[in-house]
């Protein structure tokens, strides 16, 4: 008998398991009722979306400086493009919006810097942008140094300062949230009792309260002569609120990892410190992604209650728009404006999150 002890080459697969045909097959029509549900579905569908998308672009207007160039049933997109730089940059000096414009290139630039794996000098590429470029951001901002003139915080608005507040409350919370949920599992009594009366304090406390708060009673209890920048106090109350929810997604992360990483650490002779910065934080944190990026979400979404002091946020500032007696009855396209940007820049925090998931999705 002949034994044939050579590989066979490996074949393709059939062609009705393979390609769009096979999938649609297997995931919307493999029976009966998925056939039935996936039908109703796509008719769901059209009904909704065939007059939408009939509204925002088939019959929508687009160019234009006045409502008087809204002469179609549709959708009035004038009404954006004849207040965008305002949307944008608030009541910001029109000559002076090239320093906004310089700070966002610069911060997109090093964000896309450490995004992207290849390139090389993260650690000094974040150490400039914890540490440098904030500096460099208020300089070209608020001004009054090296010639430029100086524009108030009262007049920053718009989408500018939905990612100030959006951008410093991340920044910021991150870390505090960090320190106090490992404070809150500490064996000291009065560190762990501190940690945790901060963390339900502003826990129970509504944002919308702390704001008020803020802007209201804080400068009942400042010295005579003593005025705190209101973005200042927004930005504290922002922080402070946002890391009592942190500390707890961090807490969560912890207890998940066994003790048996942090014992085994501190047989290596390894400090307190050591074992939580080498060992214990990086596995915690990896593993809590979904839910610092959640929280990050609800942060810049939460960014719209400033309103209630009277900073104009992105949401404010089409709200102040739309009370302009020249564009009564535009609601609909600034809150579908204002939506889509807001959706944007959750969404992409989102796909980010899950690609940081799957790239350090290395074991456990």
Same mark, same amino acid.
């Given at each position: 008998?002949?034994?044939?002890?050579?590989?066979?080459?490996?074949? =393709?697969?059939?062609?009705?398991?393979?390609?769009?045909?096979?999938?649609?097959?297997?995931?919307?029509?493999?029976?009966?009722?998925?056939?039935?549900?996936?039908?109703?579905?796509?008719?769901?569908?059209?009904? #909704?979306?065939?007059?939408?998308?009939?509204?925002?672009?088939?019959? %929508?207007?687009?160019?234009?400086?006045? =409502? +008087?160039? /809204?002469?179609?049933?549709?959708? /009035?997109?004038?009404?954006?493009?004849?207040? @965008?730089?305002?949307?944008?940059?608030?009541?910001?000096?029109?000559?002076?919006?090239?320093?906004?414009?310089?700070?966002?290139?610069?911060?997109?630039?090093?964000?896309?810097?450490? %995004?992207? =794996?290849?390139?090389?000098?993260?650690?000094?590429?974040?150490?400039?942008?914890?540490?440098?470029?904030?500096?460099?951001?208020?300089?070209?901002?608020?001004?009054?140094?090296?010639?430029?003139?100086?524009?108030?915080?009262?007049?920053?608005?718009?989408?500018?300062?939905?990612?100030?507040?959006?951008?410093?409350?991340?920044?910021?919370?991150?870390?505090?949230?960090?320190?106090? %949920? #490992?404070?809150?599992?500490?064996?000291? =009594?009065?560190?762990?009792?501190? /940690?945790?009366?901060?963390?339900?304090?502003?826990?129970?406390?509504?944002?919308?309260?702390? #704001?008020?708060?803020?802007?209201?009673? #804080?400068?009942?209890?400042?010295?005579?002569?003593? +005025?705190?920048?209101?973005?200042?106090?927004?930005?504290?109350?922002?922080?402070?609120?946002?890391?009592?929810?942190?500390?707890?997604?961090?807490?969560?992360?912890?207890?998940?990892?066994?003790?048996?990483?942090?014992?085994?650490?501190?047989? @290596?002779?390894?400090?307190?410190?050591?074992?939580?910065?080498?060992?214990?934080?990086?596995?915690?944190?990896?593993?809590?992604?979904?839910?610092?990026?959640?929280?990050?979400?609800?942060?810049?979404? +939460?960014?719209?209650?400033?309103?209630?002091?009277?900073?104009?946020?992105?949401?404010?500032?089409?709200?102040?728009?739309?009370?302009?007696?020249?564009?009564?009855?535009?609601?609909?396209?600034?809150?579908?404006?204002?939506?889509?940007?807001?959706?944007?820049? /959750?969404?992409?925090?989102?796909?980010?999150?899950?690609? @940081?998931?799957?790239?350090?999705?290395?074991?456990?």
């Amino acid at each position: 008998m002949i034994h044939n002890r050579e590989m066979l080459p490996s074949q =393709p697969a059939p062609r009705r398991s393979i390609g769009p045909f096979a999938w649609l097959k297997a995931n919307l029509f493999s029976g009966p009722v998925n056939t039935l549900v996936t039908l109703a579905g796509l008719y769901l569908l059209y009904w #909704l979306l065939t007059p939408t998308i009939q509204w925002a672009f088939i019959e %929508a207007d687009w160019q234009g400086a006045s =409502p +008087d160039d /809204c002469t179609s049933a549709g959708a /009035c997109w004038v009404f954006v493009n004849a207040r @965008l730089d305002q949307f944008i940059y608030g009541l910001y000096p029109s000559e002076e919006t090239w320093r906004i414009n310089i700070v966002f290139a610069l911060f997109t630039a090093l964000i896309a810097w450490l %995004a992207i =794996p290849r390139l090389p000098y993260k650690r000094w590429i974040a150490i400039i942008t914890l540490f440098v470029f904030p500096v460099i951001a208020y300089v070209l901002m608020h001004g009054g140094y090296f010639g430029l003139p100086r524009v108030s915080t009262q007049r920053w608005g718009g989408l500018t300062l939905t990612l100030v507040l959006a951008v410093v409350g991340m920044v910021a919370a991150l870390p505090i949230g960090v320190i106090l %949920a #490992l404070g809150r599992r500490s064996t000291m =009594p009065i560190i762990r009792s501190v /940690c945790v009366i901060f963390i339900e304090f502003w826990r129970g406390a509504p944002l919308i309260t702390i #704001l008020f708060m803020a802007s209201v009673m #804080l400068p009942l209890f400042m010295p005579t002569g003593v +005025d705190i920048d209101r973005l200042i106090r927004a930005l504290v109350g922002i922080t402070l609120f946002q890391s009592a929810y942190m500390a707890e997604v961090v807490r969560g992360g912890l207890q998940a990892i066994p003790n048996g990483q942090d014992e085994a650490a501190a047989a @290596l002779g390894m400090s307190y410190w050591k074992r939580m910065g080498l060992i214990v934080l990086p596995q915690a944190l990896k593993m809590m992604i979904p839910g610092i990026v959640n929280t990050f979400i609800s942060l810049f979404k +939460d960014t719209t209650l400033v309103m209630i002091i009277g900073l104009f946020d992105l949401l404010g500032i089409v709200q102040a728009a739309l009370s302009d007696s020249r564009w009564l009855g535009f609601d609909v396209e600034g809150y579908v404006f204002t939506a889509f940007v807001f959706w944007i820049f /959750c969404f992409s925090m989102s796909r980010y999150s899950q690609y @940081l998931e799957r790239r350090l999705h290395t074991g456990h």
